[in-house]
């Protein structure tokens, strides 16, 4: 065995560790205080296992992907390969929330007491959308008059509104919810992809792509409106790394800022991407020619909402009050701090952990050119990684994120997921991704 495996070998049985000691002592927390608000520590969720019409379509993507998806990935022609990733990503994500049936898994999951479709249907709260815009911060409080659910009072309003607009065309529902979220989830990975090969090299993208579509995001991915968020901050990167690349700057640099706006007005916390979109810039060849064009779309979202009486900024501080009005000034910062980067390990899988060793490893060989776009494509893509990692430290000092990042950090998680490029062995990492998801999903009914 050589070394670097051995290596990568040791990081993942850290991470390994990193979980058991978080489930040990979280759980004699939860039993002993009740201080977590979960029932299976770290994660948002309970001990049932349980099998399910997913169980079978989830098993044979895994092994499809695991024995033959390195093949395509190094051979397809590049389009096909962004299909076919989207579509396998979306088998995947669809299988695995299928293990807890339709109604469960996907029909009813945002339907419940905390989320989004709570206000609207028979109890249409944004019939008038302009004056639910208006009146959005005087509902935030856990104390003030018809208190928001607690998805709609922590995020901003764009994320409500994206299922209230598809309630209006007829595609109203949570199974309707929970298809959209899947299936533009699933986009994620091809943005991704798209992102890597821009800055990176097309090599670097295709080792990429079997880590991309088979993670055990997945399990979160199906059915979270953050796998939505995910896909929305991923193509805003993306159009990002084509427009300072030099393809269509103009375009490409105007839709980046308007899903970069759309990006703030969906979660607050997402407005750390702007260390990957800075990450991005370093690496682009033609970093400065599509900020006008950037700047110009990233208004048109917060100018709209600001007109339609939404104050952003009052809606944020309000929001950290109701935080720790309720279990967020419960939680204890000090096991959440390191706890959440346990649950960050099972998102993202082994694979992903021993890939990052070997990034942090890339990023401090020797350079033999002092400018950023004349690195290596592994340098390069050590940098990218790196970048998301610190916005995802960033949301975890904060103390805004405690508990349940296993869906929180999932638009975090998706650029993590690139670093299984630099793995030897892709096949046997691969199959560690999806055995961990398969258990997770099997073992555990998440909360989400």
């Known amino acids: 065995m050589n070394r670097d495996l051995l290596r990568d070998l040791y990081a993942a049985l850290a991470a390994a560790l990193l979980v058991t000691t978080a489930a040990v002592i979280g759980t004699h927390l939860e039993s002993r205080y009740g201080n977590l608000h979960v029932n299976w520590p770290p994660l948002y969720g309970h001990w049932e296992p349980h099998l399910g019409p997913g169980t079978p379509a989830a098993i044979m993507v895994a092994v499809a992907v695991v024995a033959y998806g390195p093949l395509p990935a190094a051979r397809l022609p590049w389009r096909a390969l962004l299909c076919t990733a989207w579509g396998t990503a979306m088998a995947w994500t669809f299988s695995l929330a299928l293990v807890d049936g339709w109604q469960r898994g996907i029909a009813r999951r945002l339907t419940t007491k905390y989320e989004y479709l709570q206000v609207i249907g028979p109890v249409n709260r944004f019939d008038d959308v302009p004056a639910a815009l208006r009146d959005f911060t005087r509902h935030i409080l856990i104390d003030s008059p018809d208190a928001w659910p607690a998805h709609v009072a922590g995020h901003p309003p764009a994320a409500t509104l994206t299922f209230v607009f598809l309630d209006r065309i007829g595609l109203d529902g949570g199974a309707w919810a929970g298809v959209w979220c899947i299936t533009l989830g699933a986009t994620a990975a091809v943005a991704v992809l798209v992102t890597v090969r821009t800055l990176c090299g097309e090599a670097l993208a295709r080792r990429a792509a079997p ?57 607050y916390g997402l407005t750390l991407f702007a260390v990957i979109a800075a990450g991005v810039l370093l690496l682009g060849s033609r970093r400065l020619r599509p900020l006008p064009y950037v700047l110009a779309g990233f208004v048109v979202v917060p100018a709209a909402f600001t007109l339609a009486g939404f104050n952003w900024w009052k809606a944020y ?11 967020g000034g419960i939680r204890p910062y000090g096991y959440w701090v390191w706890a959440n980067l346990a649950c960050t390990a099972l998102v993202v899988g082994p694979a992903t952990v021993a890939g990052l060793r070997r990034a942090g490893s890339a990023s401090l060989r020797p350079r033999v050119r002092a400018r950023l776009r004349h690195y290596a494509p592994e340098t390069r893509l050590a940098l990218l990684v790196l970048a998301a990692l610190l916005a995802l430290l960033a949301a975890d000092l904060s103390g805004m994120s405690k508990a349940e990042t296993e869906r929180i950090w999932l638009p975090f998680a998706m650029w993590l997921l690139p670093a299984g490029a630099f793995l030897t062995r892709p096949r046997a990492w691969l199959a560690a991704q999806a055995v961990l998801a398969l258990l997770l999903n099997h073992l555990l009914l998440t909360g989400w």
């Open 211 to 267: 880590f991309l579509v088979l993670a055990p995001a997945a399990v979160w991915m199906g059915t979270s409106a953050d796998g939505y968020f995910a896909a929305v901050a991923a193509w805003a990167v993306a159009l990002l790394a084509l427009a300072v690349a030099g393809h269509r700057p103009r375009s490409t640099g105007l839709a980046s800022g308007l899903l970069f706006g759309l990006t703030a007005y969906l979660s």
């Open 317 to 327: 501080h309000l929001l950290v009050t109701r935080y720790y009005q309720g279990a």
